[in-house]
């Protein structure tokens, strides 16, 4: 059984996440669909159909991670939604699209498609899943309420860490590829 404070960290963090991740594609929604038709996945006539489902479906599931009620339901649907983006990922990645968007950056910057993606999906599908897991039955106490907030903080912090590194990765593997072909 695992201690209810890691659980609710867990859920609280990837709710969040995902509610930030559907609001900023929405409020970015060229971006998002330009991201969608680099995939070459979806017909271009029906591309809207996930520029406008991925990010409502993306706010449910975060919303219902911060319900105890229906965190579990919204656990599973998460956690198959990174594991949907991931196996995106991978084809588009087996298909030697490593140029591409993959509209998962909340930067400024595009974020190129990169193996360790694929990783970073995994974990946070498997902290989706958290609300499932068997839960040892104790009461909260005021200091569990401040390890939950800087759990979160603390795993935000590290999420944008590794997101900006990702970043940079491909924006300076563009950049090292450009001068290679500048001089070779």
Not at 95 to 108: A, T, V
Request: with cysteine; aromatic share 10%; proline share 5%.
């Amino acid at each position: 059984m695992i201690d209810p404070v890691f659980i609710s960290t867990g859920s609280l963090f990837v709710g969040l996440l995902l509610i930030v991740s559907a609001l900023h594609k929405v409020r970015h929604l060229d971006d998002f669909r330009r991201a969608v038709r680099g995939y070459e996945l979806v017909p271009p006539a029906l591309e809207v159909i996930p520029v406008l489902l991925l990010p409502l479906v993306e706010a449910v599931a975060g919303l219902g991670l911060l319900v105890p009620a229906t965190a579990a339901m919204a656990g599973f649907l998460a956690a198959g939604m990174f594991v949907l983006y991931g196996l995106l990922i991978a084809v588009s990645l087996f298909r030697g699209k490593l140029e591409i968007d993959c509209g998962c950056h909340f930067g400024q910057r595009e974020s190129r498609l990169s193996f360790w993606m694929l990783p970073r999906n995994a974990v946070l599908a498997l902290l989706a899943l958290l609300p499932v897991v068997p839960v040892a039955e104790r009461s909260f106490v005021p200091a569990d309420f401040i390890n939950i907030a800087g759990g979160v903080l603390f795993l935000g912090l590290i999420y944008m860490c590794l997101e900006e590194l990702l970043s940079n990765r491909s924006h300076y593997l563009n950049y090292i590829l450009k001068k290679e072909q500048l001089h070779g």
